[in-house]
């Protein structure tokens, strides 16, 4: 009966040692499946972002001139929203995706290969597209290693039967 209790004491103190090595990786685990959990938040946060701002270049004004976009010659007119006036375009992309830097925001005018080749009409596209914005990380930030990532590019486009044209 003595050897018993004996046995139990020395385990349960096998117990405290195997939890305190096991403990501090689980929470790390955890703490890394939500910082996941977090990274693809943003990243549809930008693709959303990029939705919404596509459905907004097709029916504003646009953010360049685009009056020598005749899809003959010159065939895409593109536009960084760090130089060009993209004050609305960014009001309507800002709300989905907050952390959104201006100069990462690019608008693509081009011809779209829709329909017939001798359609005297042709139909542009649009396309918005966020390249190079940063993420930062908590985690690693935390244990020491580089807490920023650059997220990939994103890119929505819209054939534009509707677009507005002054």
Same mark, same amino acid.
């Given at each position: 009966?003595?050897?018993?209790? @004996?046995? *139990?004491?020395?385990? !349960? =103190?096998?117990?405290?040692?195997? %939890?305190?090595?096991?403990?501090?990786?689980?929470?790390?685990?955890?703490?890394?499946?939500?910082?996941?959990?977090?990274?693809?938040?943003?990243?549809?946060?930008?693709?959303?972002?990029?939705?919404?701002?596509?459905?907004?270049?097709?029916?504003?004004?646009?953010?360049?001139?685009?009056?020598?976009?005749? #899809?003959?010659?010159?065939?895409?007119?593109?536009?960084? #929203? !760090? $130089?060009?006036? #993209?004050?609305?375009?960014?009001?309507? @992309?800002?709300?989905?995706?907050?952390?959104?830097?201006?100069?990462?925001?690019?608008?693509?005018? !081009?011809?779209?290969?829709?329909?017939?080749?001798?359609?005297?009409?042709?139909? *542009?596209?649009? $396309?918005? $597209?966020?390249? =190079?914005?940063?993420?930062?990380?908590?985690?690693?930030?935390?244990?020491?290693?580089?807490?920023?990532?650059?997220?990939?590019?994103?890119?929505?486009?819209?054939? $534009?039967?509707? %677009?507005?044209?002054?």
């Amino acid at each position: 009966m003595v050897n018993d209790v @004996m046995k *139990r004491r020395q385990q !349960g =103190g096998a117990v405290m040692v195997e %939890m305190a090595l096991t403990l501090p990786l689980f929470i790390l685990l955890i703490f890394a499946i939500i910082e996941l959990a977090l990274v693809v938040f943003h990243f549809t946060r930008a693709v959303e972002a990029t939705r919404a701002g596509a459905r907004y270049a097709i029916v504003n004004n646009p953010v360049t001139d685009i009056s020598t976009l005749d #899809c003959t010659t010159v065939t895409e007119l593109t536009a960084n #929203c !760090g $130089s060009a006036s #993209c004050a609305g375009l960014m009001g309507k @992309m800002t709300p989905i995706y907050k952390n959104l830097a201006a100069s990462n925001v690019q608008v693509r005018y !081009g011809c779209s290969s829709t329909g017939f080749a001798s359609n005297p009409d042709p139909i *542009r596209e649009i $396309s918005v $597209s966020i390249t =190079g914005q940063d993420y930062k990380l908590i985690l690693p930030g935390l244990i020491g290693f580089e807490p920023t990532i650059t997220l990939p590019p994103f890119t929505s486009t819209r054939i $534009s039967e509707d %677009m507005y044209t002054p």
